[in-house]
């Protein structure tokens, strides 16, 4: 396979079944587990909005006019209650009021340790599975995603909202109770939060590809820019490849020009 990398896509299964497309080709990557891979990035770069031709890409495939210009690269997006859509600065209402002033969850999740996170209502898998969440829970819902990210710093000043990678793709999970987390964020929160909290709870579980009989990856970033990336594919858990002398971000690759060869 040879093309412009795009970030894993999935699908929620009893395992997560993971896709990768590079240009017009997609395959079923989950299915490769055991084969030996070869990533060689082929000195190309196109931003992932416009397509320019580009040496240098930011945020995970964007040129640098993109990411200057594009709601979707704003400040913001990273840090949904520095929103400033209600000041007039929003750099496009259409985008704005497509993915920002929607519904949004603030859930709990389990990547390494517990943490709060939030994203676009009826994206939830999808932002846990990229997370490498083994377990996750909605607790609240609200009607913007500035109101979701306020909610989301104020339990965030008790406990992170941020996964440990390293822990992640070596599959050292903390054993959280998500069900008496919540519980006690709930008790918490002040009586402005307590009517955008969801009554029922179910705490949704996920297994990904990973080889049982194989040592845990080395907790080392492999880079196809600098080095071509070699090794036997061991598992799959988030945005990661693993294999045993360390771990290959796709999404961190986007708008890179890859040959990949299976064996």
């Not at 061991?234 to 961190?252: E, N, T």
Request: with cysteine; net charge neutral; hydrophobic share 35%.
């Amino acid at each position: 396979m040879r093309g412009f990398t795009k970030e894993l896509t999935h699908q929620s299964d009893t395992v997560v079944r993971y896709y990768w497309t590079l240009g017009d080709e997609q395959i079923e990557i989950s299915d490769m587990l055991g084969r030996q891979l070869n990533i060689r990035f082929l000195g190309e770069k196109r931003c992932i909005a416009c397509g320019r031709k580009v040496n240098k890409l930011y945020q995970s495939g964007y040129c640098f006019p993109c990411v200057t210009t594009l709601a979707e690269t704003d400040l913001c997006i990273v840090k949904p209650h520095e929103c400033h859509h209600h000041l007039g600065t929003c750099r496009d209402n259409e985008f704005a009021t497509a993915h920002c002033m929607i519904p949004h969850y603030v859930y709990l999740a389990v990547s390494s340790h517990a943490k709060v996170g939030l994203t676009r209502k009826h994206r939830e898998f999808t932002r846990w599975v990229d997370q490498g969440a083994v377990k996750a829970m909605l607790i609240a819902e609200l009607p913007t995603r500035k109101m979701a990210g306020e909610l989301e710093m104020e339990i965030a000043k008790r406990m992170p909202d941020k996964t440990d990678w390293r822990k992640m793709v070596q599959g050292k999970v903390e054993n959280v109770d998500l069900i008496e987390l919540a519980s006690m964020v709930e008790e918490r929160l002040s009586d402005e939060w307590q009517s955008y909290l969801l009554k029922e709870r179910m705490v949704h579980e996920f297994v990904y590809p990973v080889l049982s009989d194989e040592p845990e990856p080395k907790a080392k970033s492999l880079n196809a820019e600098k080095d071509e990336v070699n090794g036997r594919l061991i598992g799959i858990r988030g945005q990661y490849l693993l294999f045993a002398d360390g771990v290959f971000q796709v999404k961190k690759h986007s708008g890179m020009l890859l040959d990949v060869q299976l064996i």
